[in-house]
């Protein structure tokens, strides 16, 4: 089970066991088949929790953004580990991630594309910590949506690891195109 050749969540070949990863917790580069791999994210999923290890990745459209992006609840915890684990968020009209905890760990990355005419890419973290530990990094061009409202001073972004907006600067506020707004 597992390992089809088209790297599509849509594609029950792809899981072990063969079948649909919609409300279930999913580990992404767990297996040794699918290290390094990249999978796609294909039509609009609600899954439990989301783990990518050992070098693999997961993007929100099977066209790099040019004609799809879809959107990922994530109604957990969200962990990017590894060297080369990612993460890649195309813009569109909702958000490309929507998760409730966000954890990008050593060697892992979250990259946001706003680059194609979609729109902005979008990562909403709802209802708490977005920690971006030591050697975690966060990129690219879009926006981070940090929505919960815990009524007293709560941390909810912990940056110990890098963040780049990939062009102009870094901004808290309405950003001019080609920055990183959270």
């Known amino acids: 089970a597992g390992n089809s050749a088209s790297k599509l969540w849509d594609d029950n070949g792809n899981w072990s066991p063969d079948g649909n990863p919609d409300g279930l917790d999913v580990f992404i580069g767990n ?5 390094n791999d990249r999978t796609l994210v294909d039509r609009f999923y609600s899954i439990d ?3 990518i290890t050992n070098g693999a990745d997961v993007v929100n459209s099977t066209t ?3 004609s799809d992006d879809f959107e990922l609840i994530v109604n957990g915890a969200t962990t990017v580990s590894g060297n080369g684990s990612s ?3 195309y813009g569109g009209n909702s958000d490309g991630l929507d998760t409730n905890t966000l954890t990008i760990n050593s060697g892992g990355t979250i ?3 706003s680059t194609t005419n979609a729109g902005t890419a979008v990562v909403e973290v709802d209802s708490g910590l977005f920690a971006i530990n030591s050697g975690g990094t966060l990129t690219g061009t879009g926006r981070i949506d940090l ?5 007293v001073p709560t941390t909810l972004l912990r940056n110990d690891g890098t963040i780049t907006a990939s062009t102009s600067g870094f901004f808290l506020f309405t950003p001019p195109a080609g920055t990183l707004r959270i």
């Not at 297996?31 to 290290?35: I, Q, R, S």
Request: glycine content about 10%; cysteine-free.
């Open 49 to 51: 929790s989301l783990t």
């Open 31 to 35: 297996l040794a088949n699918a290290a």
């Open 111 to 113: 990259i946001v594309n």
């Open 87 to 89: 993460i890649i968020i």
């Open 64 to 66: 790099n953004g040019v």
């Open 147 to 151: 929505e919960d409202n815990p009524g």
